[in-house]
T-cell receptor, first 111, second 113 residues
Framework: GAGVSQSPSNKVTEKGKDVELRCDPI?????LYWYRQSLGQGLEFLIY????????KSGLPSDRFSAERTGGSVSTLTIQRTQQEDSAVYLC?????????FGPGTRLTVL | GESVGLHLPTLSVQEGDNSIINCAYS??????FIWYKQESGKGPQFIID?????DKRQGQRVTVLLNKTVKHLSLQIAATQPGDSAVYFC????????????FGAGTQVVVTP
């Protein structure tokens, strides 16, 4: 079946602009996760949605970052007033149980 | 908190040889461990996982070993192939921090002919 998909694959924006990144999880997966990966680094947890429970936002680096998950499926990560240090690959994953399956990521470049 | 580390940033291995990638974790409450492979420009791909009630698990050409006494995890790749060239991450999950995978920094595996 289809895996996790993310869009856009690449996004270039100017400092101070807002961006929205989209994630379509694997159908039937109740959990959805967002991570950030800076160049040559491991993955940094951002936020986690599980079913209808309140999301775990403990990894969001600032209040400029927010995410929502509509209808228990698609999720959008929004970064307001982007800064150059926000440049990274943003990865989404979904899971039915423990194993998280990742999408290809969105490469965000803030000029 | 949890810290997850990999012992070597880069591993160069000859095609056909076995590869061993190591990972250390700090929290004894960690109970689920995963190895991911990430090729350039792609998201991490699940390879194999192991729970804390096991010390060894085998997949196709891969074996994961878990030593809870010293909090050490390893991934062994048998008969390494050029397609195995990638960055390998270990990830650790604690039962009381559901969903929050802690990733190591990654080991770059380079397979030479």
């Amino acid at each position: 079946g289809a895996g996790v998909s993310q869009s856009p694959s690449n996004k270039v924006t100017e400092k101070g602009k807002d961006v929205e990144l989209r994630c379509d999880p694997i159908s039937g997966h109740t959990a959805l996760y967002w991570y950030r990966q800076s160049l040559g680094q491991g993955l940094e947890f951002l936020i986690y949605f599980q079913g209808n429970s309140a999301p775990d936002k403990s990894g969001l680096p600032s209040d400029r970052f927010s995410a929502e998950r509509t209808g228990g499926s698609v999720s959008t990560l929004t970064i307001q007033r982007t800064q150059q240090e926000d440049s990274a690959v943003y990865l989404c994953a979904s899971s039915a149980l423990d194993t998280q399956y990742f999408g290809p990521g969105t490469r965000l470049t803030v000029l | 908190g949890e810290s997850v580390g990999l012992h070597l940033p880069t591993l160069s291995v000859q095609e056909g040889d076995n590869s061993i990638i190591n990972c250390a974790y700090s929290n004894s409450a960690s109970d689920y461990f995963i190895w991911y492979k990430q090729e350039s420009g792609k998201g991490p791909q699940f390879i194999i996982d192991i729970r804390s009630n096991m010390d060894k698990r085998q997949g196709q050409r891969v074996t994961v070993l878990l030593n809870k006494t010293v909090k050490h995890l390893s991934l062994q790749i048998a008969a390494t192939q050029p397609g195995d060239s990638a960055v390998y991450f270990c990830a650790v999950l604690r039962g009381d921090s559901w969903g929050k995978l802690q990733f190591g920094a990654g080991t770059q595996v380079v397979v030479t002919p």
